[in-house]
């Protein structure tokens, strides 16, 4: 049994050498790298902002334009009908033997020779001033829309340009940062995992130690046994262990023996929330923000680099999925929780493995940030939505405040 403890020393000595290496990462280098990836954040915070009011501003331009379009194309229609009346009323002039004069004074919306024309309708006719007006109030205000929605186009050419150059440096800081954070996050499993490795040497080798330390003893106990046994027969010893009699009411007697008990601590309390999003996000109170079609926006917009997990912020039961790009959310997952919370995710690159009445536990993956859907591939975000009871949305943004 000799050879059991050069291996003990030699397993505590893998030990004691690995343990400082393995140190050399502590929680406060995380908190301080972590601290680096928020500086970034920070710094992109700005940025996020700008691109949020931008793109408000987009939408309010796309419904603007689309409103415009509509109605010019409605004045254009009512101008070619009143063209088509003053036409024939024209015609029946010219039959009259009016004058060429009278005939072009009618068609102008000026306040010179235009009541020269209105009398010959008024004879012809029997037409007055309102069709002249009227003809006058449409070419006015597709004249005026002309104008607007030329403004409203360049302005939108423009915003396109900078949202461009917005979301491209968005994205740039936001993979740097995601690249930082991923860098950490290995760094800490790694260590994690030499930790247990080196407790497991740590557990083998005491016990080998225990057991070397046993086997010992046992052999020193049996020759001195023997020896004594071939010279000296001596009375066995009897040992006695405290104890404490207590009389009762009745007069009989108890007895009970002191124990020492170990209370391992229990754990503490799961069912804490988590971000959403399990990386570098930046993400704004835009609640009540103009959407295309005329909506407002019922959710937040939380911003990372394309692929960075979503995860599920509570506790809860996969409630449905949509696997399909398509509509407007794209790939999306509703999440509910036991008190009926639901938690809704959308624009969506892919789906970890999930399914419907499913049960994930808070930080569990559902997926990755994607712009499925109606989202622009300028800027991968998650769309989430915060349902109290499975009712009506209300602003997430305190709640994903108060985790990421």
Not at 29 to 51: G, H, K, N, P, Y
Not at 103 to 111: C, E, N, W
Not at 252 to 278: E, F, I, M, N
Not at 286 to 306: E, F, K, L, N
Request: proline content about 5%.
């Amino acid at each position: 049994m000799k050879f059991q403890l050069p291996r003990y020393l030699s397993a505590l000595l893998i030990v004691a050498i690995a343990i400082p290496a393995v140190a050399q990462v502590t929680d406060d280098d995380l908190r301080r790298a972590r601290l680096e990836v928020e500086r970034i954040l920070t710094d992109s915070q700005t940025l996020s902002d700008q691109i949020q009011a931008s793109w408000a501003r987009q939408y309010e331009l796309t419904d603007e334009i689309e409103s415009l379009q509509s109605s010019m194309a409605h004045a254009q229609l009512r101008l070619v009908e009143i063209q088509a009346r003053l036409e024939k009323v024209a015609v029946e002039m010219y039959m009259s033997s009016a004058t060429g004069a009278s005939i072009m004074a009618m068609f102008k919306v000026g306040s010179g020779d235009r009541y020269a024309g209105l009398e010959y309708l008024r004879n012809v006719s029997g037409s007055d001033e309102s069709v002249l007006d009227e003809l006058r109030i449409f070419r006015n205000q597709l004249d005026g829309q002309t104008q607007r929605l030329a403004e409203a186009l360049a302005e939108q050419e423009g915003l396109n340009v900078e949202l461009a150059e917005m979301g491209g440096q968005l994205q740039s800081r936001l993979e740097a940062a995601q690249v930082h954070y991923n860098v950490l996050v290995e760094r800490r499993q790694e260590e994690d995992e030499m930790r247990r490795r080196l407790e497991e040497q740590r557990r083998i080798a005491e016990e080998e130690e225990r057991l070397f330390r046993s086997t010992s003893t046992t052999q020193r106990v049996t020759a001195t046994t023997v020896q004594t046994a071939a010279t000296t027969t001596r009375p066995p010893v009897t040992t006695t262990v405290p104890t404490t009699t207590t009389s009762t009411a009745s007069g009989a007697t108890t007895t009970s023996q002191s124990v020492t008990t170990t209370t391992v601590p229990s754990p503490p309390p799961s069912g804490g929330g988590s971000c959403p999003v399990d990386g570098p996000v930046v993400f704004s109170d835009t609640w009540g923000a103009p959407r295309s079609g005329g909506r407002s926006h019922q959710g937040v917009d939380m911003m990372a680099a394309r692929g960075t997990p979503t995860v599920a912020i509570f506790d809860g039961v996969i409630h449905r999925i949509n696997p399909v790009d398509n509509g407007l959310g794209g790939i999306t997952v509703w999440l509910r929780r036991s008190n009926g919370d639901l938690f809704y995710y959308a624009h969506l690159d892919g789906l970890a493995d999930i399914s419907v009445g499913q049960s994930v536990s808070s930080g569990q993956l559902l997926g990755s940030v994607g712009s499925s859907g109606n989202a622009s591939p300028l800027f991968p975000h998650l769309h989430f939505e915060y349902h109290p009871g499975g009712g009506s949305p209300v602003n997430p943004y305190p709640l994903v405040r108060s985790l990421c």
